[in-house]
């Protein structure tokens, strides 16, 4: 699964990259270590309503004062990618469109939390 | 105006103490410091300064990272890197970095300013000239086909800009972080001024495009228009140009100097609506004109006639989305909203602008919406 992102992580300026269901469930985080903080405090919030009012969008860019948040949505989640002021935006769109239709392998790490623990236990 | 000098270093122990050591030579500039290379690019934004100092080992953004930004968004600036890590090979990979120079910690009081005053006085080589309008001075410029970086300070606003020619040619413009033609019609609309001239230019592409006489004409245009709006026609008589001498002030300089606002004084606050702050968006505000028009100026200016923009209008529709992403850009700590782009499934684009009415700008298909991003964001 590491090798999905890693293109994307490698681009200079990208601080890190999230995936979250239509219904705001965070699926993946991954993020620079320099950034580990921001990353807890992201995953701490309550994404659905931004999900909701981001439902109709096929991609969205939020600028804000050191950083843009890229948002490119498929069917059931949101692929967010979070890069500095300074980062190559273009590269980040293409590496994007590459990773998108990997995205329906990947399932929700509490589906896979829970078939671990089934293996466990029975 | 004495210069604005910049110092970032995480180290608050040692901002301190090099604070209070340049204190004996705050006749010749002031000290600003940032203890971040964020908190530093947003003092950027807000304040002309003339010379940076940074650390290179910092938390969060390092100093090449922090250097890289300058180069592309300030690059008339010089930097010099600093560390206490000196390991052989550093120096040179700090100056092919771009940095203008290095210190290596520690480094007295008398050794920074030698640094500081040797740079400062080189980019105020070009001598002085009086009783020019800044216009006619610029056609001097192209006349005599010089190269050279114009550092030009509003008086009345206390803040600066830089205009850069190369072959008398108007190669680009720097207000803030802003830079091209939107921030060459801001300086140009500008009436009392102070200037100094560096002998080179660190453009070699032509950003700004169209000739001297075409971008000098409308700037006058949108001074004229905004001097009638606002009647107040009081600087035309102070048009001209007074320029900054080297460090080597005279006794009247100084006691001009004495009535400049101090530094931590000046009004670094930004407007209720996130379009960036610049005078002559001040001045449109100052004149009533409505933020649509503001943003409709900003953008026509920056791009020009094929700006695809289909329409722009007040649409409170967006508001719960701006919301929502201000709570996440809190939560990432990446400072204030300003501007949205969204696609949607239907095909139809807009860019979202913030303020006390949310705008909404309908966009074509293909329209140049990085650019106008770029230029609202």
């Known amino acids: ?32 270590p320099d950034y580990r903080r921001e990353e807890e405090k992201l995953s701490q919030i309550n994404w659905e309503p931004f999900t909701i009012e981001m439902n109709s969008i096929k991609d969205a860019e939020i600028v804000y004062d050191s950083a843009r948040f890229y948002i490119k949505k498929r069917d059931t989640e949101f692929l967010i ?14 590496n994007c469109e590459i990773l998108l239709p990997l995205l329906k392998k990947i399932q929700p790490a509490s589906k896979r939390i829970g078939n671990l623990l089934r293996k466990k236990i029975f | 105006m004495r210069p604005n000098v910049l110092i970032v270093d995480d180290d608050q122990a040692f901002l301190r103490l090099i ?73 040179d990979v700090v100056i092919k970095s771009g940095a203008a120079g290095y210190l290596k910690k520690p480094f007295t009081a008398i050794e920074l300013f030698g640094e500081i005053t040797k740079t400062l006085n080189k980019k105020a080589e070009g001598g002085s000239l009086h009783n020019v309008t800044l216009e006619t001075f610029l056609q001097l410029i192209e006349m005599e086909q010089q190269t050279s970086t114009l550092r030009v300070v ?4 206390a803040q600066g800009g830089v205009l850069f020619f190369r072959n008398g040619e108007l190669m680009n413009a720097r207000v803030g972080d802003m830079q091209g033609k939107a921030a060459a019609y801001e300086i140009l609309s500008w009436s009392n001024v102070s200037l100094s001239i560096e002998q080179d230019c660190v453009f070699q592409e032509k950003i700004i495009q169209g000739d001297l ?30 320029l900054d001498a080297p460090l080597s002030e005279t006794e009247e300089d100084l006691a001009e100097a004495k009535f400049e606002p101090p530094v931590d004084r000046i009004s670094t606050k930004k407007p209720e609506t996130t379009v960036k702050v610049h005078p002559i968006k001040e001045a449109v505000e100052l004149s009533k004109l409505s933020p649509i028009d503001t943003i409709r100026m900003k953008i026509k ?30 939560a990432f700590n990446c400072g204030r909203l300003n501007v949205l782009y969204v696609n949607r499934e239907k095909d139809d684009q807009f860019i979202i602008v913030p303020g006390e009415e949310t705008t909404a700008i309908s966009i074509s298909a293909d329209a140049p919406w990085d650019r106008i991003i770029d230029v609202l964001g």
Not at chain 1, 82 to 90: C, F, K, L
Not at chain 2, 39 to 45: H, M, Q, V
Not at chain 2, 154 to 157: C, G, I, S, V
Not at chain 2, 232 to 242: F, R, T
Request: hydrophobic letters at 45%; charged letters at 30%.
């Open chain 2, 213 to 242: 006489q075409a971008i000098l004409l409308d700037a006058m245009r949108v001074k004229d228009e905004l001097a009638e709006k606002n009647e107040m026609g009081d600087d035309a008589e102070n048009s001209e140009i007074l």
């Open chain 2, 301 to 330: 200016n920056s791009i020009g006639d094929r700006d695809g923009i289909l329409d722009i209008f007040h649409d409170p529709n967006w508001d719960a989305l701006i919301d929502q992403a201000s709570n996440i850009g809190n």
């Open chain 2, 19 to 91: 604070q209070k050591d340049l204190e004996g030579f705050s006749e010749s500039f002031n000290v600003l410091t940032a203890d971040a290379g964020n908190a530093a690019l947003e003092l950027l934004k807000k304040t002309y300064v003339s010379f940076i100092v940074s650390d290179l080992r910092m938390p969060g953004m390092d100093g090449f990272e922090f250097l890289t930004i300058i180069l592309k968004k300030f690059p008339d600036i010089p930097v010099y890197m600093m560390t206490s890590y000196d390991k052989p090979k550093t120096k």
């Open chain 2, 154 to 157: 509003d008086k009345k606003e």
């Open chain 1, 81 to 94: 990618v979070i890069i500095g002021d300074n980062a190559p935006i273009s590269m980040v769109r293409l």
């Open chain 1, 1 to 32: 699964m590491k090798d999905i992102f890693k293109d994307v992580m490698g681009i200079a300026g990208v601080h890190g990259l999230m995936v979250i269901t239509n219904e705001g469930s965070v699926l993946l985080s991954r993020f620079d």
